[in-house]
Structures are given as structure tokens and as C-alpha cells.
């Protein structure tokens, strides 16, 4: 008799929490999440100058906020003002807040043929023309290789600053007669 009972009770409670629905309540409001104003994918964009093609912007997607933008797998071709020497920018992403730059993820920056820098995240300074990076990073001038972690250039004043660096320097051949 008492089985039959706690069995019943049993039943009863399980069908009231099968209809039994407690309201979900998330810890975010739609409303917050940012949409971005314009988005596209597999893009090319040239910017054209009065002396031809100054860049040339190869980009995976980008996306436009109100704020910044943020562009996946990045490469970009360029010019300097009054040069004929082709640069070149590749990195996985790329975040542009007012005049700062983000890039992060196999940043390489190709200036000419003699200048060469590698890292994982770096910044860049639009006005200023500052480069700058706490990560380790592999810099190639001519044919000398400087490696290191933390770096800062200032693009304006060719200075380089960095800590904890080591270097490997070519030597010219004092023995060349040329």
C-alpha cells in the first residue's frame, strides 16, 4: 500500500515538472551586440593617385562600424610619396581605430628589397608614423638580421629602439678591390 502510494507521488510530481517551463532570462540584450554599418567579402580596392596606383588592398572580409573597422587576412601593396620602391603588408587581422592600426597574426612588413619585419602583433600610428610591438619580431635590413622582443620605429626620423636584441651584422670584405 505504501509502494503504491510513492509511486503515485511519483507519477504526479513528474508529469507537473514535465509541463512545469521556467523562463530563460540571458545576461545580454540584443540591442548591444554591434552590427556593422557596411560588410563584404573577397575584395580588391586600388587607390588611385594623380601618379597612377598608389595601393593596391587584397582583404578576405571586412567590417565597418560606426567606430572602427576590422579586416581579415590582409594584404596590401604600397608606395611612398615620391618613391619607386614597391612595399608590401600581410597579416591575418587587422583592427583600425581613428589613426591607430591593430595587425596581429604573421605580420610581415616587406619596405623595398632591403628592409623586412616579422611579428605577431604589431601597431601603427597614422599621424605620428610609429611602429611598435611588445612581441618578438625578426627585422632584415639589407642583409643584416636583428632579432628580438619589443620594438618601436619611428618612420618619420628612421630611428629604431629595442631591448634584448640580438643581431647578426654582414661584414664587407675588406679584401674586395672593387
Same mark, same amino acid.
Given at each position: 500500500m505504501g509502494?503504491?502510494?510513492f509511486i503515485i507521488?511519483?507519477? /504526479?510530481? @513528474?508529469i507537473s515538472v514535465l509541463f512545469y517551463q521556467k523562463e530563460f532570462?540571458?545576461? =545580454?540584450? /540584443?540591442? @548591444?551586440?554591434?552590427?556593422?554599418?557596411i560588410s563584404f567579402d573577397d575584395?580588391?580596392? =586600388?587607390?588611385?593617385? @594623380?601618379?597612377g596606383v598608389a595601393k593596391i588592398l587584397q582583404l578576405d572580409s571586412v567590417n565597418i562600424f560606426e567606430e572602427f573597422q576590422e579586416i581579415n587576412n590582409v594584404t596590401i601593396l604600397f608606395k611612398k610619396d615620391g618613391e619607386d620602391i614597391d612595399n608590401t603588408l600581410n597579416a591575418n587581422f587587422a583592427k583600425k581605430d581613428g589613426d591607430d592600426i591593430f595587425l596581429s597574426g604573421d605580420v610581415d612588413l616587406q619596405r623595398g628589397d632591403n628592409f623586412n619585419l616579422r611579428t605577431e602583433d604589431l601597431q601603427y600610428n597614422i599621424k605620428s608614423q610609429i611602429l611598435k610591438t611588445n612581441k618578438k619580431f625578426i627585422l632584415t635590413?639589407?642583409?643584416?638580421?636583428?632579432?628580438?622582443?619589443?620594438?618601436f620605429i619611428d618612420a618619420r626620423i628612421n630611428k629604431i629602439v629595442t631591448d634584448n636584441i640580438h643581431f647578426k651584422l654582414r661584414l664587407k670584405d675588406t679584401n674586395d678591390t672593387k
Amino acid at each position: 500500500m505504501g509502494i503504491t502510494r510513492f509511486i503515485i507521488l511519483l507519477l /504526479l510530481i @513528474s508529469i507537473s515538472v514535465l509541463f512545469y517551463q521556467k523562463e530563460f532570462k540571458a545576461n =545580454y540584450k /540584443l540591442e @548591444s551586440i554591434k552590427k556593422p554599418l557596411i560588410s563584404f567579402d573577397d575584395s580588391l580596392i =586600388y587607390q588611385i593617385s @594623380s601618379k597612377g596606383v598608389a595601393k593596391i588592398l587584397q582583404l578576405d572580409s571586412v567590417n565597418i562600424f560606426e567606430e572602427f573597422q576590422e579586416i581579415n587576412n590582409v594584404t596590401i601593396l604600397f608606395k611612398k610619396d615620391g618613391e619607386d620602391i614597391d612595399n608590401t603588408l600581410n597579416a591575418n587581422f587587422a583592427k583600425k581605430d581613428g589613426d591607430d592600426i591593430f595587425l596581429s597574426g604573421d605580420v610581415d612588413l616587406q619596405r623595398g628589397d632591403n628592409f623586412n619585419l616579422r611579428t605577431e602583433d604589431l601597431q601603427y600610428n597614422i599621424k605620428s608614423q610609429i611602429l611598435k610591438t611588445n612581441k618578438k619580431f625578426i627585422l632584415t635590413i639589407d642583409d643584416n638580421q636583428f632579432e628580438g622582443v619589443g620594438l618601436f620605429i619611428d618612420a618619420r626620423i628612421n630611428k629604431i629602439v629595442t631591448d634584448n636584441i640580438h643581431f647578426k651584422l654582414r661584414l664587407k670584405d675588406t679584401n674586395d678591390t672593387k
